[in-house]
C-alpha cells in the first residue's frame, strides 16, 4: 500500500505540464528527442600539483686535488648536479565529467549561465537578480591523468666562475700560468695585507670608508683564488605541475595512495612512466565523511528503479551534487610536503531537485547548491 502511494506522488510529480516549470532537465541519453536547451555537465574534482626544486650544479676546481693545501675537505672532487624539493603546492579545478552530462530545457523567461568547460553556474528567473560570488571562478582544467603540464626553470643564483671574474678585472693576471703551490702563497700574501689594513700598518692615511673598501676587494680576491681549489656552485629553480582526478575507491572508508610523480636527488622530477628505482610522491585521500548522513538519504530516495526510471524519462528540475570532503597528504615513504583539506565531487553523490521553478546558484568547483530562492 505505501509502495502504490509512493508511486502515485511521483506519478502526479511529472503529470503536470512542462510549461508549469520554468526549466526541466534530463539525462544525456534521453535528450535526443528534444531540440530547445543546453547541455552541461556536472564538475569533478582535479587535484592540481605545484612542485618547486632547487637544482645545484657544483664544477670541480682545477686544483681540487690540492686543496689539501689549504686544509680543505670540502673541494668539489667530482663534477655534480643534485636536486632537493622546496616546496609542494596543493589545488583544485573543476573539469567536466563525461558520465554525468545532462540536457537542460528552459523557456524564454529564464536565463542559463554555463561555463566554458560545460558546468553549470546558474539558473536565473528573469527579474531575478543574481548575487555575485567568487565561488565557480576557475582556471581552465587540465588532462585527467596526472602528467607534467609545465617546466620552467628560472634562474634564482648563479655565482661566476672567480677566476674568469677576476681575469676580467685584472686581478689575477698572472692565471692561469700559476701553480696551485703559487696560488697557495698568493692567497696567505692577500690575507697578510688585509691584517696590514686592520692593524693600520700601511703607508698613507685613508678614510674608514676606503679601508672597507681595500679590504673587501682583497677579500674578492681571496675568495677567487680558494675558488680554484672548491669549484663553483649554480643554484636553479625549477617548477613542474601535475594534474590528477581520482575516483572514488569502493570502500571509501580505506584511504586512497594516488602516484603523482618521482623524485630523487640525483635525477630530481621525472614522470611516473620513467623507468627508473626513484621513490614514488603520492596523494594520500582520506574521506572525511562530512556527507554521509545526506547521502544515504539521497541514495534512499533515488534507490527504488521505477523512480529512477520515471525521472530519467520525464525529467526533473535539475541534477546537481553532493560533494565530499576530504584531507589530501602529499607525501613520499619517508616524508609529508604538505596537506590540505578540500571538497571533491566525485567523492560524493548526485542528487536531483525536482522543482524547476527557483532560482538556482551552483559551486562551479563542486557542482554543489550555493543558493536556492524563488
Not at 244 to 255: G, M, N
Not at 265 to 288: F, M, Q, T, Y
Request: with cysteine; glycine share 6%.
Amino acid at each position: 500500500m505505501k509502495k502504490n502511494v509512493f508511486l502515485l506522488i511521483v506519478s502526479m510529480l511529472f503529470a503536470g505540464s512542462l510549461f508549469a516549470q520554468s526549466y526541466r532537465t534530463y539525462t544525456a541519453s534521453n535528450a535526443k528527442s528534444l531540440q530547445n536547451g543546453i547541455f552541461y555537465s556536472l564538475p569533478e574534482t582535479e587535484l592540481v600539483v605545484t612542485v618547486k626544486v632547487e637544482k645545484t650544479t657544483r664544477v670541480k676546481g682545477i686544483y681540487s686535488d690540492k686543496a689539501y693545501l689549504l686544509g680543505l675537505d670540502n673541494s668539489a672532487v667530482n663534477n655534480s648536479v643534485s636536486y632537493k624539493i622546496k616546496d609542494i603546492q596543493l589545488g583544485t579545478k573543476a573539469v567536466a565529467s563525461s558520465s554525468n552530462r545532462y540536457f537542460l530545457t528552459y523557456n524564454g523567461k529564464t536565463s542559463v549561465d554555463v561555463s566554458e568547460n560545460g558546468i553549470l553556474r546558474s539558473i536565473t528567473l528573469v527579474g531575478e537578480k543574481l548575487e555575485k560570488t567568487n565561488a565557480g571562478k576557475h582556471q581552465q582544467c587540465l588532462p585527467q591523468s596526472a602528467t607534467v603540464s609545465n617546466q620552467t626553470p628560472s634562474l634564482l643564483n648563479v655565482r661566476p666562475t672567480f677566476e674568469t671574474d677576476l681575469i676580467s678585472q685584472g686581478l689575477m693576471t698572472s692565471y692561469p700560468f700559476m701553480s696551485a703551490e703559487k696560488v697557495v702563497a698568493e692567497i696567505k700574501a692577500l690575507r697578510q695585507k688585509q691584517v696590514d689594513i686592520l692593524s693600520g700598518s700601511m703607508e698613507g692615511t685613508y678614510l674608514n670608508t676606503t679601508v672597507d673598501y681595500m679590504y673587501n676587494q682583497l677579500d674578492e680576491m681571496i675568495k677567487g683564488y680558494i675558488t680554484l681549489f672548491t669549484g663553483v656552485a649554480t643554484t636553479e629553480e625549477e617548477e613542474y605541475t601535475f594534474s590528477v582526478v581520482p575516483q572514488k575507491p569502493i570502500i571509501v572508508e580505506e584511504d586512497l595512495l594516488v602516484p603523482i610523480f618521482k623524485f630523487s636527488k640525483e635525477n630530481g622530477v621525472s614522470e611516473l612512466n620513467e623507468r627508473n628505482e626513484d621513490a614514488k610522491i603520492v596523494a594520500r585521500i582520506h574521506s572525511l565523511n562530512t556527507a554521509a548522513s545526506t547521502i544515504d538519504a539521497v541514495l534512499a530516495q533515488t534507490s527504488d528503479r521505477d523512480f529512477k526510471a520515471k525521472i530519467e524519462k520525464n525529467g526533473v528540475g535539475i541534477y546537481y551534487t553532493i560533494p565530499e570532503q576530504v584531507k589530501v597528504t602529499i607525501e613520499s615513504s619517508s616524508e609529508v610536503f604538505t596537506n590540505k583539506v578540500v571538497k571533491l565531487a566525485q567523492y560524493g553523490t548526485t542528487a536531483v531537485l525536482t522543482d524547476g521553478t527557483a532560482n538556482i546558484q551552483f559551486d562551479e568547483a563542486t557542482g554543489a547548491i550555493l543558493k536556492l530562492w524563488k
